[in-house]
């Protein structure tokens, strides 16, 4: 991504969340990273909304099987699965995380 823009760096209101995102000139590959100081108990349902995608070609994020518009992650934006899984245990703090969102457009 050596040629890529700067789209968007976003701050949670309270500061425990960053998120950095860079999009390729060409809009067909963009990387955000999600920063969070501390896990919350049950928090609310998290999406990662992208900006600077092409709104009419698909994307895949992190090579999973499901396959979205650039308007639909700019719009409606990507579930943030919980760190926390109250069905497996964990066997180290989940304060101090990151993730990383690959999006890369498919034929």
């Known amino acids: 991504m050596v040629n890529s823009i700067v789209s968007k760096v976003l701050f949670s209101g309270d500061g425990n969340v960053a ?12 990387i955000a990273a ?7 108990p049950n928090p609310a349902y998290l999406r990662i909304y992208f900006k600077g995608l092409n709104p009419n070609l698909k994307y895949r994020i992190n090579d999973s099987e499901e396959i979205f518009y650039g308007d639909e992650l ?3 934006g990507y579930f943030v699965h919980q760190i926390l899984n109250i069905n497996n245990p964990i066997s180290g703090s989940a304060d101090f995380s990151s993730r990383l969102f690959v999006a890369q457009a498919v034929e």
């Not at 999600?34 to 919350?40: A, G, H, P, V």
Request: no cysteine; charged share 25%; net charge positive.
């Open 19 to 30: 998120i950095w995102e860079v999009v390729s000139k060409d809009q067909k590959q963009a």
């Open 34 to 40: 999600r920063y969070q100081i501390l896990n919350k």
């Open 74 to 76: 700019m719009n409606a």
